[in-house]
Structures are given as structure tokens and as C-alpha cells.
């Protein structure tokens, strides 16, 4: 079965070695994975990575993500941009275009997370989910769903069990205390997954419908990844309720936090192991995925 794999020694190498992808510190090789296992690999911080290597990745359909030291977002590589099934990205396009359809559209991403939200915070949200359905504009619709997250962090705020860690709900650009910081990080990482499902899928992962392109934002991307934000959410309020991540972990900087690197390391494999590579997120992604196909 094929896996994500995250490379986050800095000052490593990363080299083709015979059917292997190997990971060099000063040229000694400290691990290697089979080109066979690998979906995707994150590459992290201050890393070299071969022609050979990526040449090697590429012709196995392995998508590389590029991402800073602390997991800001830099890029990525792909064997190909969009792929050759345009049936879900014509689609796409007709219902862009399509006021009506466009609007149903942004209705379908909010009621999802709706559906999460109700949920999480185990309390009746019909309301909100009657004005989803009721609303004639985007801006309204836009209204609905900011009002549905502020609630939802709200009660996110209370489960969090350690008031000192300072989260006083959602803020970035720069994560002013641990919770954010770790939040940024894991939205970073299922972002990156989605966009290689997006693009696997033949659709076009810039042109949204609930979210508006900006610079290299993947506007679409972030339209699925709505109602995943939930589940990410409460996964990194677990891991700091039962102390698995602590603000032991974290660097504190100008008004930032961010995680130290053997900290980083340790984020990832619980992540990987306990979330990604889980088969219920398949499943869930696969699920909206036949969804969407099924309302665009």
C-alpha cells in the first residue's frame, strides 16, 4: 500500500538509490523507501533533492511538496498539472459560469461543514442550515458560513482544557500561540493532500466556487477541504488535551510560535499515523468527491 512519507532532516540529501528514494547526511545514508511505497513525499526546510530522484518520483505519479522549515506552503512538483480526464473539469466550468448552479454549489461546501460542525458541538443547527438553503446571494451565503465558524471555535475554545495556551479562537499570518500554530500546520498538510486528490480526479483545483483565487491559492482545493477543517481541528485539540504535543514543543518568536524541529518530527508521525494514513479520511474524501461529481 502506498504511504506519505515526510522528509524533515535539515541539511539531508535526498538521492536515487537503484528502485529506492535515499535520504543522505554527510553522505551517509540514514534511510531509504522503496519508490513502490511512496504516494507523496514532504520535504521540509533546508533539503537537496536530485534530478535523478525527482525524475524517479515523477515517472511513478509521486506528487512532491515543498514546505518551509516550520511547514509554511512554498510548492510543489507533479508529474502532470491537470490530468487528461476532462470530463469533471468541463463540469466544472458549466457550473462556474452558471449563477444558479455556482450558487448551489457554494451552498453544497457550506452545508457540509455544517454537518461537521452539528457534530462537534453536539447541539441542533437547523436554523443555520434552513438559511443555507433559503440564502439568494453569495455574500449571504458567505455570512452563513462565517457566523457557523466563529461558533464552531467558540466551542472549540472549551474543549481545549488548558487555558494557558492562550487560543482565543482562530488566527494565522502569524499563529499567535501553540494551538494556532499547530492548526496552520495540519490545514497546510491536508490542503497539499487535496490538491493532489483534486487534480487526480480531472478537476481544476483554482476555479472555486465558495473561495476566490488569490495569488497561487488552489481556490477549489480549499473549497473541499471545508468540511474536513472540523475533524483536523478537534484531531489537534486531542493532541493537546492528553499532552501528546505540549508548548514544551514549541519555539516562541516575534508574536509566533513554532514547533521545535524533533517536535516537528514527532507532529508528523502522529498525524501521519493516526490521521492521514487512516482509512476513514479515504473514505471521507472519496465519499464528497462522488458527491460533487454527483451535484456539479
Known amino acids: 500500500m502506498k504511504e ?44 537537496e533533492i536530485s534530478t535523478p530522484a525527482l525524475n524517479f518520483l515523477l515517472s511513478r505519479n509521486a506528487d ?25 473539469r468541463l463540469r466544472q466550468y458549466r457550473a462556474y459560469f452558471n449563477e444558479k448552479k455556482n450558487l448551489y454549489i457554494c451552498k453544497f461546501f457550506v452545508r457540509k461543514k455544517a454537518e461537521e460542525i452539528r457534530r462537534f458541538i453536539d447541539k441542533e443547527i437547523t436554523e443555520y442550515i434552513e438559511k443555507i438553503e ?9 455570512g452563513i458560513e462565517g457566523i457557523l465558524s466563529q461558533l464552531f471555535f467558540e466551542n472549540f475554545k472549551e474543549f481545549i482544557k488548558d487555558k494557558n495556551l492562550g487560543f ?11 494551538v494556532n500554530s499547530l492548526l496552520s500546520l495540519a490545514y497546510t498538510l491536508i490542503y497539499n493532500l487535496l490538491f493532489s486528490v483534486v487534480v487526480s480526479k480531472g478537476f481544476d483545483p483554482y476555479l472555486g466556487f465558495l473561495h476566490k483565487k488569490r495569488g497561487t491559492h488552489a481556490a477549489f482545493v480549499s473549497d473541499i477541504m471545508e ?12 493532541l493537546f488535551n492528553e499532552d501528546l504535543i505540549t508548548p514544551d514543543d514549541f519555539n ?3 508574536n509566533t510560535y513554532y514547533l521545535k524541529d524533533n517536535s516537528l518530527k514527532k507532529f508528523l508521525k502522529i498525524f501521519n499515523e493516526n490521521y492521514l494514513e487512516k482509512d476513514f479520511l479515504k473514505e471521507k474524501i472519496e465519499k464528497l468527491i462522488k458527491e460533487l461529481e454527483g451535484v456539479l
Open 252 to 254: 516562541p518568536d516575534i
Open 4 to 47: 506519505i512519507f515526510f522528509i524533515t532532516k535539515q541539511g539531508s540529501k535526498i538521492r536515487r538509490k537503484d528502485n529506492q528514494i535515499a535520504v543522505y547526511l554527510d553522505e551517509e545514508k540514514i534511510t531509504g523507501i522503496p519508490i513502490n511505497r511512496i504516494e507523496s513525499l514532504f520535504i521540509f526546510g533546508n533539503i
Open 227 to 238: 468540511p474536513f477543517r472540523i475533524d483536523i481541528t478537534r484531531f489537534v485539540g486531542i
Open 134 to 142: 433559503k440564502a439568494e446571494s453569495y455574500n449571504e451565503i458567505l
Open 64 to 88: 512532491i511538496f515543498l514546505l518551509s522549515s516550520t511547514g509554511k506552503f512554498k510548492g510543489m512538483v507533479s508529474s502532470t498539472h491537470l490530468r487528461s480526464n476532462n470530463n469533471n
Open 168 to 178: 482565543e479562537g482562530r488566527k494565522y499570518n502569524p499563529p499567535p500561540d501553540p
